[in-house]
């Protein structure tokens, strides 16, 4: 003789609909989509909640801030030969974007500009541009979606003011102002030149 299944009415936690579902085992949820409505909003509130416990717990115990981890890494480094490539700044080269408006343009792609400031003090070695004219001084940065966190957009008004101070014409677009309209752009780029 087989078992009976018995089924229990319940009310689902996401919409509210009253569904049948097992009495052993019952779902929280009357269909697919509300489970991953449920699901997504869980899993946001966990990583929400995790993120500052994460992020303290990495603070304090950064292995890097050790005395010696540093060195030490530095010193594997040089040992195998290691030598970072010079590379766009999202480290995979020119994007499509980018070479567009390079087409038009002809200047220089990734301009590496050294910054003679103390590296220790939170300046890099060097600042790449991503399409530049030293002979006009104007340079041009290509941003994607990256360039939207406050963090970097501090980063990028620190690079405009440090390109600036040099003397350069600091122009930047979005991916998509390219792609919209590369020629008004480039107009755009070159007007600096006349300046």
């Not at 569904?19 to 019952?26: D, E, V, Y």
Request: include cysteine; proline fraction near 5%; glycine fraction near 8%.
């Amino acid at each position: 003789m087989g078992r009976t299944t018995r089924f229990i009415e319940t009310t689902c936690v996401v919409c509210g609909k009253v569904f049948l579902t097992r009495a052993k085992n019952p779902r929280k949820t009357c269909s697919e989509e509300c489970r991953r409505i449920r699901y997504s909003h869980t899993m946001r509130d966990t990583n929400i909640r995790r993120r500052g416990i994460l992020s303290a717990r990495m603070k304090a115990d950064n292995p890097m801030k050790k005395p010696g981890v540093k060195e030490r890494a530095m010193a594997r480094l040089k040992e195998i030969g290691h030598k970072p490539k010079i590379q766009g700044g999202n480290g995979r080269g020119p994007t499509i974007p980018q070479k567009m408006l390079n087409d038009i343009l002809g200047w220089e792609m990734e301009a590496v500009i050294p910054t003679s400031k103390p590296h220790g003090l939170g300046w890099p070695h060097a600042y790449k541009v991503d399409i530049a004219s030293r002979e006009h001084m104007v340079a041009v940065e290509v941003d994607g979606s990256s360039h939207c966190s406050l963090e970097r957009r501090a980063q990028d008004r620190k690079k405009d003011e440090f390109l600036n101070g040099l003397g350069f014409k600091v122009l930047r677009f979005k991916n998509r102002e390219i792609l919209k309209n590369p020629e008004g752009c480039a107009a755009r780029a070159w007007s600096l030149t006349l300046k």
